[in-house]
């Protein structure tokens, strides 16, 4: 075989292996795309007129109207904590205008990593009542703030869940974070790999966040 020859060959043998590994790509992001739509699956139909925005690092976000009002389903995954399992915390939440002055937000166990959240850029820390549950934390901001407290006492059995994270209240509307799933144990120690179930997260879920943040708007007013 002269140079040419096998110049020739290595140049195809390289080209096939390049063709290999963007095959290889599309399927690996076909399969992902094909796992994340299934997981908002459920979450879609919760809603009127419901509209996918795909995000490229992360689940789609899920959006449409709910009771009359606009609403929206976000799903986060947070592995931003290498000791901790990877997290997938659903975000709902109901746009409604409220007549109050500034945001609430009362959390469990912050630990500054939040990143889905405003918590650490509210300008303002009040003090728990004691008989809340523990490591709640509650920031806020503007002069309608600690008269929210009020409204989040009502609903503190969210917090007592293991899965309840955070309720935040602003003049746009409320939001509930939720502890959807925690990711695969096996493949986050061994590998580092993020991986959750293929399960669809329940719409019921969902729908009663969804509930439950229309009450409280309905209490602030």
Known sequence: MNSFTAVFALGL??????????WSYRDASRARLALRLAKVAELERVLEQPRLEHRAVDFPVVTGRWRGMDARIELHTDAIVMRKLPALWLLVTLKTPLKIDGAIAVMKRPLNTEYWSPFDRLSD????????PEHTNI???????????????KHLDLL?????????????????AWLAEEGDRSSYLIGRQVAFST?????ELAELMLERCRVMAIEVG
């Open 199 to 203: 399960e669809p997260v329940p719409g």
């Open 139 to 153: 920031r806020c901001q503007g002069a309608d703030g600690p008269r929210l407290i009020s409204v989040l006492e």
């Open 125 to 132: 820390r009040l003090d728990r009542p004691g008989h809340w």
């Open 13 to 22: 043998a390289v080209c096939a292996g390049l063709l290999a590994l963007v």
């Open 160 to 176: 007592a869940d293991a899965k309840g994270k955070e309720i935040l209240i602003t003049a746009k509307g409320v939001r509930l």
